[in-house]
């Protein structure tokens, strides 16, 4: 696959970026692409691996690397490097339903599993992908597939994230009428709500939606299932119901007072309130404003890096964003050889643009937040503490307080489950950790005909997940619509 001694010829080049001054002073989208000469350089560093591990998704020490798609890598790199797009694109699209989405947010789990990375730089999968299906869009090749017959059975998808959408679209596919309901105006979840613009543009989605309407996927935005309507209700007019709602119960911290505090934002309601703000143009009014605050984000994740970027083009004053877990090494440990996923440090987009504006890396490791300080009720800054892990368990390290001038505090510590309201009364169990019970190794919930997938079913994880997820329950929702599947 690909040229033969292309990875030995070719160095790793990646799509290059807008200039940190330049895009933050707007929510564009800051990714740029090489010309299409120098992606098929990138794609020819595609080898002949013979057992291709960036397709694998396998599980190492508790971490998967590997796409969980099983996407054909080899297979398209090897068409672009041929000159071949078209083809290419036919065989991605075979495993993967929105690579639009994949290529500009997936982490790569791909790349980090690609041989060329155990000594050296990995192939560009994820900009290969996004080439792919981007210039698919320009050039026409990505049209609407409409079922030439259709099963007469009827299936309510309850939520419009990348679960949701990618299930509707397999079951839709197979010839079956999908109705998608979602509670905001806009379908996507936290791809419309939670992801910023400048890192997914919301056209992208505004497209992939009218694409999927005009294969016959109809999309009931504003409805609330189990406030306005109720899944039982759901369940006498469909054949079958799939939840896919996320798991978007956000993490607090035990901290007294914090929930009465005005200043004190979730990063799941601060980015989303942004993102509205944005779409109406109401980029000199933000409902939730950092323009000109000291901001504390707590969580060093995908979240709290999106919070950073946001608040940096809003006009924040000053940002720290504080990290529970040890500050992780610049470089592999032997103890964490290839393939398995890298435990290495990872300054993001939001990262980069904190150093340029603030002139430092705004993150601080093995902290948390211990007391906020207000005036009146308002807060003006917060106690931070040091912690150790014993047992596994954080443990506070006397004397390590420290005072920070805080008017604004982020909340990104994670989600810890589904909102219960939606399944309420309905039958469906939920585990543990707040996620819905599904049989073992499988999508269908105790509850005969009503299947989970996503976040919703396996906790907060990434969205090609979802979409993974979204597919399998998919062809376990046909097989117990029709007795068999030809999904997969």
């Known amino acids: 696959m690909g040229k033969a001694t292309g990875f030995m010829e070719i160095t790793r080049t990646e799509d290059p970026r807008t200039p940190e001054k330049t895009r933050i002073g707007n929510f564009e989208e800051f990714h740029e692409q090489l010309s299409e000469d120098a992606r098929r350089l990138q794609a020819a560093r595609c080898m002949d691996c013979g057992v291709p591990m960036c397709q694998s998704a396998i599980r190492l020490k508790g971490m998967v690397t590997g796409c969980p798609l099983h996407n054909l890598i080899p297979e398209w790199n090897d068409e672009i490097y041929r000159g071949h797009d078209e083809h290419g694109l036919s065989r991605l699209l075979k495993t993967s339903n929105f690579p639009e989405f994949t290529g500009r947010v997936c982490p790569a789990l791909c790349e980090k599993a690609c041989i060329n990375g155990m000594d050296g730089d990995a192939v560009t999968i994820h900009d290969n992908e996004l080439y792919l299906i981007e210039k698919g869009f320009r050039e026409g090749w990505v049209k609407p597939r409409i079922p030439f017959q259709r099963s007469g059975k009827k299936i309510a998808v309850i939520g419009a994230g990348p679960s949701g959408l990618a299930c509707a679209d397999q079951l839709n596919h197979r010839g079956h009428l999908v109705d998608v ?155 964490n050889p290839w393939p398995e996923w890298p435990g290495v440090l990872k300054t993001d987009y939001g990262q980069q643009e904190a150093i340029e504006v603030f ?38 390290i006397p004397g390590s307080e420290k005072k920070v001038k805080c008017d604004m505090l982020i909340i990104a510590a994670g989600f810890v489950g589904c909102e219960d309201y939606i399944i309420s009364g309905s039958g469906v169990k939920l585990t543990a950790r707040g996620c819905v019970e599904t049989r073992e190794g499988g999508y269908g919930t105790c509850v005969p005909g009503v299947f989970s997938a996503g976040d919703m079913r396996r906790g907060q994880s990434l969205v090609v997940w979802a979409i993974a997820e979204g597919r399998h329950c998919a062809a376990e929702t046909d097989e117990y619509l029709m007795g068999y599947t030809p999904l997969n």
């Open 359 to 396: 002139g430092e890396d705004p993150r601080v490791y093995e902290t948390t937040v211990k007391e906020l300080m207000t005036v009146k009720g308002k807060l003006t800054g917060i106690v931070t503490v040091k912690i150790k892990f014993e047992s596994g368990k954080p443990a506070e």
């Open 181 to 335: 309901y979602e509670r905001e105006d806009r379908i996507g979840g936290l791809l419309m709500y939670g992801i910023p613009n400048m890192k997914l543009d919301k056209k992208v989605i505004v497209r992939r939606r009218k694409l999927m309407e005009d294969e016959g996927v109809s999309f009931i935005t504003g409805t609330d299932v189990g406030k306005s309507i109720s899944i039982e209700e759901l369940s006498k007019k469909y054949d079958a119901l799939v939840l896919c709602c996320g798991a978007k119960k956000a993490r607090g911290l035990d901290i007294p007072g914090i929930e009465k505090c005005k200043e004190v934002h979730y990063a799941v309601d601060f980015l989303k309130s942004a993102t509205k703000d944005v779409l109406k143009g109401n980029r000199d009014k933000w409902a939730i404003s950092a323009k000109g605050k000291n901001v504390v984000i707590v969580g060093g994740g995908d979240t709290g890096n999106d919070c950073l970027g946001t608040c940096i083009r809003q006009g924040a004053k000053n940002i720290l964003q504080i990290e529970m877990m040890p500050k992780p090494p610049e470089k592999r440990p032997d103890s």
